[in-house]
């Protein structure tokens, strides 16, 4: 059973601040690690991802990974009351033809 | 900016009804999906679609589920008899393959499926 696993939160930060979200995954031959927002009632949004270890920006979002933990990370830097919403990790298997999401983190930004 | 889109985005129907989902992915993408997610749950994959064929398909993926690409443009989620716990939004996704894998898949709007 292929498992992603993250905090479900909720998860407050200021505004301002940085928000630290965190995901780890079961199966070691997975390639490609993706995060998604997804505000309630709407579709997953992508963010970011990633595919090497080691830290990726983009903006404000920095993605991390370590593929010898099992551990993908992802920090926004500012954090606006409309980042507010639930950060989901996805994972793709080994196959390439699928996703594992994890439950979701559930972040809510004060102003 | 290229978009998946999705019809309708809310059905209501009878249990043991058929009903069918409609898709239309970004159009160079070769690679389609659909995904569930039944409310306060996570996001869970159903079926991938390549090259006119399923590529891999969950344990939720049962026989009364279907899927196919009538034309260029449309890809289709069929399911055959619903029941009450087939109540949940459903999602589309394609991507453009590189490297022989899929790559980053973007997602639809959704369906909400309601079976009473």
């Known amino acids: 059973q292929k498992e992603v696993e993250q905090n479900s939160g909720p998860l407050s930060v200021p505004e301002g601040a940085i928000a630290s979200l965190n995901c780890t995954y079961s199966d070691r031959g997975s390639q490609s690690f993706f995060w998604y927002r997804q505000y309630s009632g709407k579709s997953p949004e992508l963010i970011m991802f990633?595919?090497?270890?080691g830290d990726k920006e983009d903006g404000r979002f920095t993605a991390q990974l370590n593929k010898a933990s099992q551990y993908v990370s992802l920090l926004i830097r500012d954090s606006q009351p409309s980042d507010s919403a639930t950060y989901l990790c996805a994972v793709n298997g080994y196959t390439g033809n699928q996703f594992y999401f994890g439950t979701g983190t559930s972040l809510t930004v004060i102003p | 900016e290229p978009e998946v889109t999705q019809t309708p985005s809310h059905q209501v129907t009878q249990m043991g009804q058929e009903v069918i989902l409609r898709c239309v992915p970004i159009?160079?993408?070769?690679?389609f999906y659909w995904y569930r997610q039944i409310l306060g749950q996570k996001v869970e994959f159903l079926v991938s679609f390549y090259n006119n064929e399923i590529s891999e398909k969950s344990e939720i993926f049962d026989d009364q589920f279907s899927v196919e690409r009538p034309d260029g443009s449309n890809f289709t989620l069929k399911i055959r008899s619903t029941k009450l716990e087939d109540s949940a939004m459903y999602f589309c996704?394609?991507?453009?393959?590189?490297?022989?894998?899929?790559?980053?898949?973007?997602f639809g709007p959704g369906t909400r499926l309601t079976v009473l």
């Open positions: 990633i595919y090497s270890n």
């Open positions: 159009s160079n993408h070769l690679y």
């Open positions: 996704a394609s991507s453009e393959p590189t490297s022989g894998t899929s790559d980053t898949q973007y």
